[in-house]
C-alpha cells in the first residue's frame, strides 16, 4: 500500500528541483494528497487550472491568470474560492509570476498552501505528474541485484550464495553501474514499463561475502551509482545438473518472461559454473537482448541460412 502524501512531504521533495517559495497557507501541510476513486494513476492529481475537472495541486501560468484578471468582481471571487476549495489540496503559480492579493488572503483564510515558482507552468506539471505518477504507482520489492548494464535496467537473481554480489561487483569494475544490491522497489508506472529504484537505507551499498558492506559510490565514484532505471531484463543465475543443461535449447537459449506486477519481462537463464565468465554473458545477454528489441533474432537468421544452404544443395 502507498504511503499518504502530505503537502509538507510533497514540498520538501519538489522545493528545490521546482525553486517553491511557500507564501500562504501554512496550517495546510497537513493536507494528503490522494488517489480517489476512479484514479488509476497520480499524474491525474496536477494539472493547470481547469474548473470542468478540476485536480488536487491545480498549476496557474500566464493564461489562467489573465483569465482571472479577465473576470467581473463577483465572477473571480467565485472562481478563488473554487480554487481553493475541494478537491485543491496546494496550489501553485509559476512563471515567477506574484499571487494575486485576494488569492493569497483567501487561500490563507482557507488553509490552502499556495507557493510560487520561477519556472514555466509546462515543466511544473510535468514535474508534478512525473512525481505523483511514481509515488502511487503499485510497487513490489524483489530479492536481487538491480543494475544498469549496457544502458539497460538488468535485474540479477538467483539463490543465495551463488554469486550475485560479486557479479555485480564485477560487472561495475568493467564500467557498468549499480542501482540497488538485495532488495530494489518496483514501480508500475505505465502498462509495460517497470522503474527500479534502491530503498534509501541501502543506496550506494553492495555485500559481497568475504568483504562485507561496499560502498560502490566511494570506491568508484558517482559514475558507477546510477538513482532508477527501467527494468528490462532479467538474468536468473542457476546451478544445474547435467540433465538440466542437456535440456536448454541449443539454438535459442534458456529465455522465457516473468510476470512482475502484471508486465512480462525478458528472463534469460544462466547456468553458473567453474570457468563461466557470468560478466561477459551478462554483458553478451544485454546486447543480445538490445538486438532482439530491434527486430534480430540470431537463432532465427542462423536457421534461414541453414534453410537456405540445404536448399542449394538439394538443387
Same mark, same amino acid.
Given at each position: 500500500?502507498?504511503?499518504?502524501?502530505?503537502?509538507?512531504?510533497?514540498?520538501?521533495?519538489?522545493?528545490?528541483?521546482?525553486?517553491?517559495?511557500w507564501?500562504?497557507?501554512?496550517?495546510?501541510?497537513?493536507?494528503?494528497?490522494?488517489l480517489?476513486?476512479?484514479?488509476?494513476?497520480?499524474?491525474?492529481?496536477?494539472?493547470?487550472?481547469?474548473?470542468?475537472?478540476p485536480c488536487?495541486?491545480?498549476?496557474l501560468?500566464?493564461?489562467?491568470?489573465?483569465?482571472?484578471?479577465?473576470?467581473?468582481?463577483?465572477?473571480?471571487?467565485?472562481?478563488?474560492?473554487?480554487?481553493?476549495?475541494?478537491?485543491?489540496?496546494?496550489?501553485?503559480?509559476?512563471?515567477?509570476?506574484a499571487?494575486?492579493?485576494?488569492?493569497?488572503?483567501?487561500?490563507?483564510a482557507?488553509?490552502?498552501?499556495l507557493?510560487?515558482?520561477p519556472?514555466d507552468?509546462?515543466?511544473?506539471?510535468?514535474?508534478?505528474?512525473?512525481?505523483?505518477?511514481?509515488?502511487?504507482?503499485?510497487?513490489?520489492?524483489?530479492?536481487?541485484?538491480?543494475?544498469?548494464?549496457?544502458?539497460?535496467?538488468?535485474?540479477?537473481?538467483?539463490?543465495?550464495?551463488?554469486?550475485?554480489?560479486?557479479l555485480?561487483?564485477?560487472?561495475?569494475?568493467?564500467?557498468?553501474?549499480?542501482?540497488a544490491d538485495?532488495?530494489?522497489?518496483?514501480a508500475?508506472?505505465?502498462?509495460?514499463?517497470?522503474?527500479?529504484?534502491?530503498?534509501?537505507?541501502?543506496?550506494?551499498?553492495?555485500?559481497?561475502?568475504?568483504?562485507?558492506?561496499?560502498?560502490?559510490?566511494?570506491?568508484?565514484?558517482?559514475?558507477?551509482?546510477? !538513482?532508477?532505471?527501467?527494468?528490462?531484463?532479467?538474468?536468473?543465475l542457476? !546451478?544445474?545438473?547435467?540433465?538440466?543443461?542437456?535440456?536448454?535449447?541449443?539454438?535459442?537459449?534458456?529465455?522465457?518472461?516473468?510476470?512482475?506486477?502484471?508486465?512480462?519481462?525478458?528472463q534469460?537463464?544462466?547456468?553458473?559454473?567453474?570457468?563461466?565468465?557470468?560478466?561477459?554473458?551478462?554483458?553478451?545477454?544485454?546486447?543480445?537482448?538490445?538486438?532482439?528489441?530491434?527486430?534480430?533474432?540470431a537463432?532465427?537468421?542462423?536457421?534461414?541460412?541453414?534453410?537456405?544452404?540445404?536448399?542449394?544443395?538439394?538443387?
Amino acid at each position: 500500500m502507498t504511503a499518504p502524501l502530505t503537502v509538507g512531504t510533497l514540498y520538501e521533495a519538489l522545493r528545490q528541483r521546482l525553486h517553491l517559495e511557500w507564501i500562504a497557507g501554512r496550517l495546510g501541510s497537513a493536507h494528503e494528497v490522494e488517489l480517489e476513486k476512479g484514479q488509476h494513476s497520480g499524474s491525474s492529481l496536477a494539472g493547470h487550472l481547469n474548473f470542468v475537472r478540476p485536480c488536487q495541486v491545480p498549476v496557474l501560468g500566464k493564461a489562467e491568470l489573465a483569465y482571472l484578471d479577465a473576470l467581473e468582481t463577483d465572477p473571480r471571487r467565485e472562481a478563488i474560492d473554487r480554487l481553493v476549495g475541494r478537491p485543491s489540496q496546494i496550489v501553485i503559480i509559476g512563471n515567477g509570476l506574484a499571487a494575486p492579493d485576494d488569492l493569497r488572503k483567501r487561500a490563507e483564510a482557507a488553509g490552502i498552501p499556495l507557493l510560487l515558482s520561477p519556472l514555466d507552468s509546462q515543466d511544473i506539471v510535468a514535474d508534478l505528474q512525473y512525481y505523483l505518477s511514481h509515488h502511487f504507482a503499485e510497487k513490489t520489492t524483489l530479492h536481487g541485484v538491480f543494475m544498469e548494464v549496457m544502458g539497460i535496467g538488468v535485474l540479477i537473481t538467483g539463490d543465495a550464495s551463488i554469486g550475485k554480489s560479486e557479479l555485480a561487483l564485477e560487472l561495475v569494475s568493467r564500467g557498468h553501474r549499480l542501482i540497488a544490491d538485495d532488495s530494489p522497489v518496483f514501480a508500475r508506472i505505465a502498462p509495460d514499463l517497470l522503474n527500479g529504484t534502491c530503498p534509501e537505507v541501502l543506496r550506494d551499498f553492495l555485500e559481497v561475502r568475504g568483504l562485507g558492506i561496499l560502498n560502490i559510490r566511494a570506491m568508484f565514484g558517482d559514475s558507477a551509482i546510477k !538513482q532508477s532505471k527501467h527494468m528490462r531484463l532479467i538474468i536468473h543465475l542457476a !546451478q544445474m545438473t547435467d540433465q538440466e543443461l542437456s535440456a536448454i535449447d541449443r539454438l535459442k537459449g534458456s529465455r522465457e518472461t516473468c510476470d512482475v506486477l502484471g508486465v512480462a519481462v525478458p528472463q534469460v537463464t544462466l547456468p553458473v559454473g567453474p570457468g563461466r565468465n557470468l560478466a561477459v554473458l551478462v554483458e553478451v545477454a544485454a546486447r543480445n537482448h538490445m538486438l532482439f528489441l530491434k527486430g534480430y533474432d540470431a537463432s532465427r537468421r542462423f536457421i534461414d541460412r541453414q534453410q537456405t544452404q540445404i536448399k542449394h544443395s538439394s538443387t
